[in-house]
């Protein structure tokens, strides 16, 4: 979090601004844009709970809504916040009676979507940047080329533990070796458990498939949206194709687990790449600082939030009738 707050703080030092000049960009900004802004960002929250409750049947979207919160939350707080999130789902998703299965296969199967969407980002970019005329350089290019090997890797690999059993049965047994060195009494067999998760995934995926990618795409483009609405707000004018671009960079660099939600390293790459578009530094900084209040900042009070409310319900639901 100390790492994340430093590359923001000198987000305008690397862009040659000062804070007294974007407190004067963001001070022109209308109450009327803002909201308009809050009711992007909400909007992209209620997509994203789609792909939630596809993924976990029974789970109604307020919850799924809830659960995205939480977790968001504490993801934009802690380096490997994912981890936590997923924790507190799991705590919160089992007050509500859900088995602990159904839950380990939702996290593998948005877990999957997520990496996906945004392994897709940089190519849909370069698609972006070359019907316009604007040829990449070598290095976008190399980028752009490494994460669409990365994309193929990765659907590779899925595919075939998907919908290769035998992949599924090497890998477990793999694990149940190097869990039976362990000097630990219990040793579950991994094995088992991970054909099972195999195969309830592949259940999942394939009923739910149309439910996970709509709302993905939803969530994905809404983000695009508000990010390009930010750019408008703080008085940036580029072509639409230069703006997904960079609303690409921007959302690929978010897996770094070095800082909570790559928070800091997101930005800078994103300021530099609106300075390479010919965006003035004052603007390429307060439209990444205001997207960077969204898609970050504003998560985190919102989250604990979310799980006080859903901490005093479930406390609540415990208490008797003779208790009240």
Known sequence: MTLAATLIFFLPHIAGVTWQELYHRFSRIGWGTMAALTGLWVTGLCAYSVVLSGSLPGLTKRRALLVNCVGSGVSNVLPFGGAVGVAMTFTMTAGWGFRRRPVVVSTVVTGVWNMLARFLL?????????????????????????????????????????????????LGRGLDRVVGRLPIKSKPSLRDGLIDLRRSTIEITRTKWPQLTLGMIGYMALQCVLFIGCLEATGARIPIPEAVAAFAINRVLTTAVITPGGSGISESATVLALLGFGVAPGVATAAVLLFWFFAHLIEIPVGWLSWTLWSLTARAQRVTPQET
């Open 122 to 170: 940089p190519a849909v970019g370069l698609i972006c940047l070359v019907g316009t005329g604007r040829v990449p350089d070598n290095r976008l290019a190399v980028a752009a080329g490494t994460g669409g090997a990365l994309l193929l890797g990765v659907v590779v690999a899925m595919s075939a533990a998907l919908y290769r059993e035998g992949v599924a049965d090497m």
